[in-house]
């Protein structure tokens, strides 16, 4: 009878296919994303064609000169979205905040199933709020 309740908010919260980027894990990237998108968020695109990413990646860093060993360029919109690549807006953030939301997002594409074409939202959030955060 537990198991009924486990899958009623898991279904709930799944339909909010909303990611949420926080302050306390990753500053610079939330700082970035912040500032783009303010407190409503915006609404993104899943591409899920690797190949794509990468194009998205490419033409989003062209131009761009190499950074130091602790630094990573940040884009948003991200490459794996289909808003993402050329006009994405791209700053340095330490390459250990890169890594964070770089397991963030996987588990989110993959707890939420959020596929290729699905939308989702992007927010920024200065805390977890460990009752509403099922997709990490």
Avoid at 101 to 130: E, H, T, W
Wanted: glycine share 6%; proline share 6%; hydrophobic share 40%.
């Amino acid at each position: 009878t537990l198991v009924a309740p486990k899958i009623a908010i898991k279904a709930r919260y799944q339909l909010d296919k909303t990611l949420k980027v926080y302050f306390t894990a990753t500053p610079t990237i939330a700082s970035h994303i912040f500032t783009l998108v303010g407190a409503s968020g915006r609404y993104l695109h899943r591409e899920a064609d690797q190949a794509k990413v990468d194009k998205n990646r490419r033409d989003a860093l062209r131009g761009l000169k190499p950074l130091a060993f602790w630094l990573s360029y940040d884009e948003f919109p991200f490459a794996s979205t289909k808003e993402g690549g050329a006009g994405a807006d791209v700053m340095p953030v330490p390459i250990w905040e890169q890594w964070i939301q770089g397991g963030q997002m996987s588990s989110f594409y993959k707890n939420c199933s959020v596929a290729d074409r699905d939308q989702f939202r992007v927010i920024v959030q200065i805390l977890p709020d460990p009752t509403r955060d099922y997709c990490y």
